[in-house]
């Protein structure tokens, strides 16, 4: 009787990367595809230099044809800005877009309400993204870029994309080359927190696809809370979802014994060691990586969700979308379990997405009462940046009104 082998599990099959295509000098040529926003390469690629004009650039991206740039690096950065241009305000728009503003222009004259001028906002934003990262750079082994007057950009795409090598050659859309070294420079110049020390040692330096604490509002409601009443001998704390680590750091000021980070990205764990170990603060702070909780309890549990119900544009975007509110309810469902006796959650939320009709007050409440969890108190900050009180903003509305709390939770 024949005896039967083991069956071992199957592997994951690791998908090659995608590649673009194009024709140059008469002869095939093909690359690695780049894309942090998950775009698909461009099907049709044609070659562009400074002959090229920006009417006929915009409309051949409008028609979904990249253009791989092969002239002078500055003049490609005039072409982008000139793009951009006549995305927001087109002066010889097609059909469709014709269609798609007078749409948006009835839907404003007949009161759309908030959550509708939220999707527009959102369809006329992956339309502009769309346009304007047709324009193509190609990058050597070393993220080298044979165009004149072309920055030396090695370091920052080493920083967002990883060492240079095989994976360097590649081909990226210009806009995103210019995201790289913008968050370079802020990595480099950082972003001042009052809230963890005296300057200059108090700046957070935020790595590109980690979302940057521009917002002051949200770190002085956690570097102010009271702390729980209750304390054991040893007050230990946790930072859900930390990211550049600033409330880490904001926690570690304060009358705590040990604070324990978590996050799931790698570029944001990485990001938030930096910060913590070049700060030097005077109570430790563990940085690990997990799916929200880390094992055990702790006194007083951190977290700082994504603040908008939606589906995220791009992977970048996950720091300010959370489809299903996954973030938010895996939090609220597992804070009791983690939460020791006389413990705190604080829960720091923008009503923003309640101005916008995407997530209501009461279903807020049920989803903490549905948790086994009870508020304790709130504390409000209005926002102070600058889109608050920028009334071109398609979003305004919603903005002017707009609240950020924390809310104190505690275990039923």
């Known amino acids: 009787m024949p005896t039967s082998s083991p069956v071992s599990s199957p592997q994951p099959i690791a998908c090659p ?19 942090e926003r998950g775009a698909a390469p461009p099907k049709r690629v044609m070659l562009a230099d400074d002959t090229m004009t920006a009417d006929a650039a915009y409309r051949l991206a409008c028609e979904g044809t990249a253009l791989l740039w092969r002239g002078d690096f500055q003049n490609a950065r005039q072409l982008l800005q000139a793009l951009a241009r006549r995305v927001d305000k087109p002066a010889k728009a097609s059909k469709q877009a014709r269609v798609e503003r007078k749409k948006a222009a009835n839907a404003a ?19 502009r993204a769309r346009v304007l990262g047709m324009v193509l750079i190609e990058f050597g082994d070393d993220y080298r870029l044979s165009l004149r007057r072309a920055p030396d950009a090695k370091q920052a795409c080493a920083e967002a994309w990883g060492a240079a090598g095989e994976a360097a050659a590649c081909v990226a859309s210009l806009r995103e080359l210019l995201g790289v070294i913008s968050a370079h420079e802020w ?4 972003v001042e927190i009052p809230a963890v020390g005296k300057s200059p040692n ?10 940057s604490p521009l917002r002051g509002e949200y770190v002085d409601l956690v570097a102010n809370a009271p702390l729980p009443a209750t304390r054991p001998s040893r007050f230990v704390a946790f930072d859900i979802g930390t990211g550049t680590g600033v409330l880490s750091a904001v926690l570690a000021l304060r009358d705590i014994d ?39 309890r702790a006194s007083l549990i951190v977290c700082n969700p994504p603040w908008l119900p939606a589906r995220p544009g791009s992977p970048l975007e996950g720091a300010v979308y959370d489809e299903g509110s996954r973030m938010l309810l895996g939090f609220l469902n597992g804070l009791a379990a983690h939460l020791a006796p006389g413990g705190e959650g604080w829960l720091i939320l923008s009503d923003f997405a309640e101005h916008l009709g995407l997530r209501s007050r009461a279903q807020l409440l049920a989803a ?21 009180f920028d009334a071109t903003d398609p979003l305004h509305a919603a903005r002017a009104l707009e609240v950020t709390s924390l809310w104190r939770l505690a275990a039923i």
């Not at 004259?109 to 339309?127: D, E, I």
């Not at 990595?187 to 950082?190: A, D, Q, V, Y």
Request: proline residues 8%.
């Open 17 to 35: 990367p995608p590649t673009i295509d194009w024709t140059e000098g008469g002869a095939a040529r093909s690359a690695r595809w780049r894309s």
């Open 109 to 127: 004259a007949a009161g759309v309400s908030a959550g509708q001028a939220f999707h527009l906002y959102r369809q006329a934003q992956s339309q």
């Open 187 to 190: 990595r480099k110049k950082g």
């Open 202 to 211: 108090n700046r957070i330096h935020p790595h590109y696809g980690v979302f």
């Open 258 to 296: 040990q604070i324990v980070a978590t996050d799931q990205d790698p570029r944001a764990l990485a990001c938030a060691r930096e910060n913590l170990h070049r700060l030097r603060l005077p109570n430790p702070v563990k940085v690990m990586q997990a799916d929200l909780f880390p094992e055990g």
């Open 368 to 388: 903490i009462d549905g948790a086994g969890l009870k508020v304790l108190g709130r504390l409000d900050a209005r926002p102070e940046h600058p889109k608050a």
